[in-house]
């Protein structure tokens, strides 16, 4: 059960959210208007969290993370330090995303897929449950990878 809020942000801007039970985030993170922040998750320090956005319980959100507006965080992923989740992009439960990825806006990540750090994910790709991506791999706007697939580290996946 999440409960309404008033936060104060770094910047002095007060804003209502709604939180579960055992929400940690730190006092330097940001975070939007109307957001929602399932239990026992933890955001860190100088992330940023768009309005509107939803996290799933248990979810580790790291250091200057950004979850873009209306984006959702399924239960259980790690989003690490420096990664950037576009607006209105899914990470499903369960995915990991690594140090400084960039995931597009309207993303969608599958369940337990993983994210090797410093990979680019474009607009609107599809990544299937249980794909791997490789770090620093470049997956194009509007590509698909199947679920089970692999890009190895470096590669460029074209639509």
């Keep these: 059960m999440e409960i309404?809020?008033?936060?104060?942000?770094?910047?002095?801007?007060?804003?209502?959210?709604?939180?579960?039970?055992?929400?940690r985030i730190d006092a330097?993170?940001?975070?939007?208007a109307d957001a929602h922040i399932a239990a026992?998750?933890?955001?860190?320090?100088?992330?940023?969290?768009?309005?509107?956005?939803?996290?799933?319980?248990?979810?580790?959100?790291g250091e200057r993370a950004v979850i873009g507006t209306d984006a959702q965080i399924g239960a259980w992923a790690h989003i690490s330090g420096r990664a950037v989740i576009g607006e209105?992009?899914?990470?499903?439960?369960?995915?990991i995303i690594g140090t400084g990825t960039h995931i597009g806006t309207g993303a969608i990540i599958g369940e337990r897929a993983?994210?090797?750090?410093?990979?680019?994910?474009?607009?609107?790709?599809t990544i299937g449950a249980d794909a791997t991506i490789?770090?620093?791999?470049?997956?194009?706007?509007r590509a698909t990878i199947f679920e089970y697939e692999c890009v190895a580290g470096g590669r460029?996946?074209?639509?």
């Design 40 to 61: 026992d998750t933890f955001i860190g320090a100088a992330a940023h969290i768009g309005a509107r956005a939803t996290i799933g319980a248990r979810v580790y959100v």
């Design 88 to 95: 209105y992009a899914t990470v499903c439960e369960g995915a």
């Design 156 to 159: 460029y996946v074209d639509a």
């Design 28 to 32: 330097q993170a940001y975070v939007g």
């Design 4 to 23: 309404a809020m008033t936060r104060t942000n770094p910047d002095g801007s007060r804003v209502t959210i709604y939180v579960g039970a055992g929400v």
């Design 114 to 125: 993983d994210i090797g750090a410093g990979a680019i994910i474009g607009e609107y790709v």
């Design 134 to 141: 490789g770090e620093r791999a470049i997956i194009g706007a």
